[in-house]
């Protein structure tokens, strides 16, 4: 299949069901053909910065005299960028906190999207500028909240995705995972067998 990058953003470490989900991800992507490779970004352990009015300059069209802080924030976009175009399939770990994706992703996407770099506008409206990627969602919830009004994550990250250009996204959905054990076992059970048909 080729080249996964894997971006985690559970702050819930070895707790995490996302990460669970992750893992098992993971040696299924391994485990399926000898020639694919991964590359993890664990966005806990590293975090981008929060995008504020200093880095915001540093990030836009202006030729300006960058600050050491604008210089490296511009040179971790500019990488997490290649990173991204390097790969072939993108695999998210998106629990929902509060409704929709964690702080730490959502800083991931403010660098990220940059005007005439992952995405330009033209006359006909805002057009993505990373093609030919397949993104995989895998996304964790406490309770179930699929295909209704409280689920902000799943619009959000179609949204976010088609911006820069990723129009084939696959969700993968674990729900009810604080609605007690046999709910949490089957739900994990399903994510898994999802993947395991993926591979098939």
């Known amino acids: 299949m080729g080249k996964a990058l894997i971006i985690k953003s559970s702050i819930l470490e070895q707790y995490s069901h996302s990460n ?6 993971i040696k299924k992507w391994l485990n399926n053909t000898p020639e694919n490779e991964v590359t993890i970004r664990d966005l806990t352990k590293n975090p981008v ?21 604008q210089r490296e924030a511009l040179n971790l976009s500019n990488s997490l960028i290649l990173e991204i175009k390097n790969h072939d ?5 998106a629990p929902m906190y509060n409704f929709n994706i964690p ?15 992952t995405f330009q506008y033209t006359e006909s409206g805002s057009q993505g500028l990373i093609k030919g990627k397949k993104a995989i969602i895998l996304t964790t919830r406490g309770g179930i909240y699929k295909d209704s009004p409280s689920d902000l994550l799943t619009p959000y990250m179609n949204l976010i995705l088609n911006f820069i ?14 609605l007690g054990a046999e709910s949490a ?15 098939s």
């Open 20 to 25: 669970k989900m992750v893992d098992y991800f």
């Open 103 to 117: 702080t730490q992703l959502k800083n991931y996407f403010d660098l990220i999207i940059r005007a005439g770099i």
């Open 49 to 69: 910065p929060v995008l504020d009015n200093e880095l915001v300059n540093a990030l836009g069209t202006a030729d300006i005299k960058l600050t050491e802080r």
């Open 165 to 178: 250009g990723i129009s084939n996204i696959e969700f993968i959905f674990s729900e009810g995972l604080s």
């Open 89 to 93: 399939t993108i695999v998210i770990a």
């Open 185 to 199: 076992i089957q739900s994990q059970n399903n994510a898994r067998n999802i993947m395991d048909e993926m591979f």
